[in-house]
């Protein structure tokens, strides 16, 4: 049972360049989340997902674009990279429900250069 | 969305209990109190949740106070693998969930 799985597990960028993360999940979860962790802090949550082909921001969405066509997959997309999104990213996923508990990926750790 | 408070970092020695508190006054009736923890360099690990009533599992208990206003997780003896950040947070009928700063436990030998 593979749980969360991001990809990559590392990366640099130039700035301005663009890339995607990816986040899979096999646990059929309906919610899907993209946090980013700046050293020393705690978690900040960029978009999430309520279900297949919805989308919300969170607390720091700007810079960001996300997109879950398939229910499995939440993607969060970096159109032109800037140093100040040098940070590590962690998706998670859960039910619904407000007992569920999360479950996370281990992490993208991104540098912009 | 309700908003978690916790004390910024606490010490234990190994062996023994550690308390660690967490304020939720602006709690509604149908948010569960969640606890999560993160050890140094991996993602955040689920720990425990409750709404109520007092709830035990095997890594921890979590103490619900009668007006649901606070809670505190309880680590029964204390482990050096047991220095982590841990976040409470509060589930609502939403998705959006929102962590705080945390409380960092480092433990002594």
């Known amino acids: 049972n593979a749980g969360v799985t991001q990809t990559p597990k590392f990366r640099v960028l130039k700035t301005g360049q663009s890339m995607t993360l990816l986040c899979a999940q096999d646990?059929?979860?309906?919610?899907m989340y993209w946090y980013r962790q700046d050293p020393g802090m705690g978690l900040r949550l960029i978009h999430y997902?309520?279900?297949?082909?919805?989308?919300a921001k969170g607390e720091v969405p700007d810079g960001y674009n996300v997109s879950r066509l398939k229910k499995q997959n939440f993607l969060l997309g970096l159109e032109s990279a800037a140093p100040s999104q040098t940070s590590v990213y962690f998706c998670?996923?859960?039910?619904?429900?407000?007992?569920?508990?999360?479950?996370f990926g281990n992490g993208t750790r991104l540098t912009v250069t | 969305d309700a908003k978690t408070t916790q004390p910024n970092s606490m010490e234990s020695n190994e062996e023994e209990p550690v308390h660690l508190p967490c304020n939720h006054s602006t709690i509604s009736g149908t948010d569960y109190i969640h606890w999560y923890r993160q050890l140094p360099s991996q993602g955040p690990e689920y720990v425990i949740h409750?709404?109520?009533s007092n709830v035990n599992n095997r890594m921890a208990s979590l103490a619900i106070a009668e007006d649901r206003k606070s809670s505190t997780l309880i680590l029964h003896r204390a482990t050096l693998r047991d220095a982590a950040v841990y976040y409470c947070i509060l589930r609502d009928v939403g998705g959006k969930l929102i962590f705080g700063q945390g409380t960092e436990l480092s433990v002594k030998p």
């Open positions: 997902s309520v279900g297949e082909g919805t989308t």
């Open positions: 409750g709404l109520t």
């Open positions: 646990m059929n979860h309906e919610y």
């Open positions: 998670a996923s859960s039910y619904r429900m407000r007992d569920s508990p999360l479950h």
